[in-house]
């Protein structure tokens, strides 16, 4: 078990352009979830998957953030023609049940310039 | 609307006294409740939950903290700081019904002074 895997680790990109991101999470875990953390606050919840099916969105999750998660495994979170404002931490959890908890990877922080 | 609320952003402590950091949610059947840390440039790391047993909880590296229905309080204690307990510590909530998001709160710095 090596926890939860984000990839990149830091991610610059010009304003306008696409980017995607990675999340491997514990292989046991059915539970995926997708967060965004600006400087000086706590994450915020993006979306929610339970194995492939994606249950829950925030109404942060504009139409140009998608997130998959084919087969149950791995998920992505793009987003397209990227803002400034778009600039944060973002961080992928796992969990199996609630009772264990949720396990946080180190997060991918994207920079638009 | 569901909130969590920390009372303090920063909480300067001297090594070897008593760390106390508050944190108030908002009113709701059966929440579940965690602390997690955060130190610089790494993850959050789980210090504990509670999910309705004990309401005097034990994490790791000392800390506890005790769910208090009747005050809406989930306050962080630990007796001696150490100079590594330096980093920011999120309350978190997770409310029953529907959602499966967590509400963190805004964090609190705790900085340990020699």
């Known amino acids: 078990d090596t926890g939860v895997s984000q990839d990149p680790r830091h991610k610059i990109t010009k304003r306008g352009q696409n980017v995607t991101f990675r999340c491997d999470p514990i292989?046991?875990?059915?539970?995926l979830y997708w967060y965004r953390q600006t400087l000086g606050q706590g994450p915020e919840f993006l979306t929610y998957f339970q194995n492939e099916a994606q249950l829950e969105k925030s109404r942060l999750l504009s139409d140009r953030f998608s997130a998959e998660r084919p087969k149950g495994s791995f998920s992505t979170l793009e987003i397209q023609r990227t803002e400034q404002g778009d600039s944060a931490m973002y961080l992928c959890a796992s969990s199996w049940t609630e009772e264990r908890g949720y396990t946080f990877g180190s997060g991918t922080r994207l920079t638009v310039v | 609307a569901q909130s969590v609320t920390q009372l303090d952003s920063h909480v300067s402590v001297s090594e070897g006294t008593p760390v106390l950091l508050r944190c108030n949610y908002s009113?709701?059947?059966?929440?579940?409740l965690f602390w997690y840390v955060q130190h610089p440039n790494k993850g959050l790391q789980l210090l504990l939950k509670?999910?309705?047993?004990?309401?005097l909880v034990k994490g790791i590296n000392g800390f506890e903290a005790e769910f208090k229905k009747s005050e809406t309080s989930f306050h962080l204690t630990k007796p001696s700081a150490h100079m590594s307990d330096a980093a920011e510590y999120f309350c978190?909530?997770?409310?029953?019904?529907?959602?499966?998001?967590?509400?963190f709160g805004t964090g609190t710095l705790l900085a340990v002074q020699p």
């Open positions: 292989s046991e875990h059915n539970r």
């Open positions: 509670y999910t309705s047993a004990a309401t």
């Open positions: 978190v909530v997770k409310y029953g019904g529907a959602t499966n998001k967590l509400i």
């Open positions: 009113s709701s059947y059966s929440p579940s």
